[in-house]
């Protein structure tokens, strides 16, 4: 291992029930770095990072963090070790303010260090500030995915895990989402980031990897994927879409 190697994903075999989805999956992310992970729908993104996150225990291989082994370690202890996940979809209490959602995520540091910790974080996402004890459920689309994030910045992570941060945001509040995990990598946290937005992502990313029923089919820096030709057919619509428009015959 170099010692710059954050994560290790070492001929990681892993699925659901019986069925396979990682197939002898390796890769390496390093630490203060943005790795893009690209594939089509149902290659295995989002069970990498559930992997990565003890929801999955992998059935072969291993899953290293700073070169120890954290396969099929449980959520508490990743937690402890400094890994954050942001889901893909919604995953907040609506119910429950704002602020009732960022003291639930800091759970595991105690109320005392959380609302120490909870104005810090607010500071990333002035208009969550602004609506701290309304419910949020009332928060917009792109209000809540920066809350979530929020959350997930409380445990001032040295790992985030996140999927799909795009989906439902508009354009700006996109550009905000990705300059503030750009300003997190460059101050040494390390981002593993699955997103379908593929070339603003790439724009902010330092490696992409590629992923097909599983199996690594890429990785590269992402500045010599955004450069490549093949790009549009590669990742954005082309090979991988099968609603891909059809050239009419005559
Ligand atoms: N809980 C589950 N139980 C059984 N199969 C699952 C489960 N979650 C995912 N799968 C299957 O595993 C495969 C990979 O799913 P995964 O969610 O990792 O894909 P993905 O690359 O993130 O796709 P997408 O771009 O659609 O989010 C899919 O075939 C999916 O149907
Ligand atoms: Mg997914």
Redesign the pocket.
């Known amino acids: 291992m170099t010692t710059d190697t954050c994560i290790e994903f070492k001929d990681v075999v892993a699925?659901?029930?019986d069925?396979m989805?990682l197939n002898n999956l390796s890769f390496k992310a390093k630490r203060g770095t943005i790795t893009l992970l690209l594939?089509?729908?149902?290659?295995?993104?989002?069970?990498?990072l559930k992997a990565l996150f003890g929801l999955l225990k992998p059935r072969q291989g291993d899953i290293l963090l700073d070169g120890v082994s954290v396969a099929g370690a449980s959520q508490k202890v990743l937690l402890a070790q400094g890994i954050a996940f942001v889901p893909?979809g919604r995953n907040l209490f609506g119910q429950l303010s704002v602020f009732e959602n960022l003291e639930l995520g800091g759970i595991t540091l105690g109320m005392k260090t959380t609302h120490e910790r909870i104005p810090e974080v607010l500071e990333f996402f002035p208009r969550v500030k602004q609506r701290l004890h309304s419910p949020a459920a009332a928060l917009s689309g792109g209000e809540q995915k920066q809350l979530e994030i929020g959350r997930a910045l409380l445990l001032r992570p040295k790992v985030i895990l996140i999927d799909?941060p795009s989906i439902g945001l508009s354009p700006m509040v996109v550009a905000d989402v990705f300059k503030l995990l750009r300003k997190l990598a460059d101050q040494g946290t390390t981002v593993l980031m699955?997103e379908?937005n593929v070339k603003s992502a790439l724009k902010i990313s330092d490696e992409a990897i590629a992923?097909e029923s599983g199996r690594l089919v890429l990785q590269k820096p992402a500045s010599e994927l955004l450069a490549d030709p093949n790009i549009e057919r590669l990742f954005l619509g082309g090979a991988h879409t099968s609603a891909a428009p059809t050239t009419a015959t005559v």
């Open positions: 699925g659901y029930k069925f989805i594939g089509p729908n149902g290659a295995g993104k989002s069970t990498v893909q799909e699955v379908q992923l």
